[in-house]
């Protein structure tokens, strides 16, 4: 009776963690995201292109994870740009409040730039996550995967252009939407 | 049939019973957050993280935040932000081109 209970206990327990740790490794598995992408798009190659695609797959998957590569640092130094921007406004800020002047547009600023920033991080993450998952997989047996996760990443990258157009027109609309307005006001 | 009641709950043990419903709960918690750990919304949220830190940290040491502002200190900064943006280049490093089927040599499909 005693073993009974622990056995059906031990298989509440199992039915439990069994579909959290499926949900877990479907999760961290960045294969998941190309099969994933190879299903919602319904993709199925031609023999031809799948010949096409498996004799070009492993010289670019060198050519992808070096350009993988390349975006993340890109994304860095503009994210250190965008951040010591931020500083320089927030410098200003203070100095305009401690002469009593209201910079109030300088934080709302810095709030939609803060915003864009996390956006431009996010979508930069899953790009070169994609572009890393592609060039892990087996050329041979994942043609579809390949061409798959290909599409995949040109729909994230058009959320890092997006992102990264948004805060450049913040920066550039700055010196009518933000500096003109302080400007009148420490003249006035 | 009162005896029969009295025979069911000896065997039942309400402590036991809890003690495995908080495990059951702590495992439910401790596998979601473990999900999280390792996924790349915590590498995400950890890259965020530095970035405030660091700019935190900068504000505090190397920036002027004490002397009075004046019209002209505005419009140098416009022009030393203008000098800043034009090393960033959005089209160049973010080309759809880079990753299109053209320029990788893939069937159109």
């Known amino acids: ?188 | 049939m009162h005896g029969e009641i009295e025979k069911k709950l000896e065997g039942f043990h309400p402590i036991t019973a809890i003690i495995g419903a908080v495990i059951i709960s702590f495992l439910m918690v401790l596998v979601p957050f473990v999900m999280f750990l390792h996924s790349s919304a915590y590498d995400t949220v950890k890259q965020i993280k530095i970035g405030t830190q660091l700019s935190a940290a900068n504000l505090n040491s190397s920036y002027d935040v004490t002397s009075p502002v004046n019209a002209i200190d505005i419009a140098n900064y416009e022009a030393a932000l203008k000098q800043k943006l034009s090393g960033i280049n959005n089209s160049a490093d973010f080309n759809q081109n880079d990753i299109s089927n053209q320029t990788l040599g893939l069937p159109s499909n």
């Open chain 1, 1 to 188: 009776m005693k073993i009974q209970r622990i056995v059906l206990f031990a298989l509440a327990i199992l039915a439990i963690l069994f579909p959290l740790e499926v949900s877990a490794q479907s999760v961290t598995a960045p294969e998941n995201i190309l099969s994933q992408a190879v299903n919602d798009q319904q993709l199925s190659l031609s023999v031809d292109s799948k010949a096409v695609v498996v004799a070009k797959c492993v010289p670019l998957q060198a050519q992808l994870s070096h350009l993988s590569s390349r975006t993340a640092a890109t994304i860095h130094l503009d994210l250190d740009t965008y951040g010591s921007t931020i500083n320089d406004l927030q410098a200003f800020e203070l100095r305009l409040a401690r002469q009593g002047v209201d910079g109030s547009e300088i934080d709302l600023l810095i709030g939609k730039m803060r915003g864009a920033m996390d956006n431009l991080t996010v979508a930069g993450s899953a790009y070169t996550g994609t572009l890393n998952a592609i060039a892990g997989i087996d050329c041979v047996n994942q043609p579809e995967q390949f061409m798959a996760g290909i599409v995949l990443a040109r729909a994230q990258l058009s959320q890092v252009q997006k992102s990264a157009k948004q805060i450049e027109e913040l920066l550039t609309n700055a010196p009518t939407s933000t500096f003109s307005q302080i400007v009148k006001r420490l003249s006035a």
